[in-house]
């Protein structure tokens, strides 16, 4: 999954970030 994507943005990083916008929301 992590290989299909390019390195540039890898989706953890996003997922990390979004959960971490929900949370400080919440």
Wanted: charged share 15%.
């Amino acid at each position: 999954a992590l290989a299909e994507n390019p390195p540039m943005f890898p989706q953890q990083f996003f997922r990390t970030l979004l959960d971490l916008a929900m949370q400080r929301s919440v």
